[in-house]
């Protein structure tokens, strides 16, 4: 059984931080990424893996409706009590398990930290244009 499960063919996913990443300021869509996202193929699953605190799940569901973003059933909140390094590190790696992840988008040294640490290709987000 368990050499079923190593080589069954999983399916594609990437893992996105949220702030920063596809919005700024809380509520400001960027635009190109949310463009991106928008068209991946759906046989892509996206997780949005993000130190927000689960409190702020139904302004970060609205969000993603209102931008016909994939993956509003893929929502990783962070825990209070754990660091959000430690969370995103924690996920990405239980992501790996089931997903065959093409790469993590991120803007932050812990996004990129929590993506080597489980041998993810990271995608860094910068405002070049700020």
Do not use: Y
């Amino acid at each position: 059984m368990l050499d079923w499960l190593e080589k069954r063919k999983k399916t594609k996913a990437i893992v996105c931080d949220i702030d920063d990443t596809i919005l700024k300021s809380f509520d400001q869509p960027i635009e190109s990424a949310c463009r991106i996202l928008g068209a991946l193929d759906r046989a892509i699953e996206v997780h949005f893996v993000t130190s927000r605190p689960e409190s702020s799940r139904a302004n970060t569901e609205a969000f993603i409706e209102a931008n016909r973003l994939p993956g509003i059933r893929n929502l990783h909140f962070c825990p209070n009590w754990k660091s959000s390094r430690d969370h995103k590190a924690h996920i990405i790696s239980e992501l790996a398990k089931e997903f065959d992840i093409v790469a993590s988008i991120g803007d932050a040294d812990e996004d990129e930290w929590a993506s080597r640490q489980n041998g993810v290709v990271f995608i860094r987000v910068t405002d070049d244009h700020a």
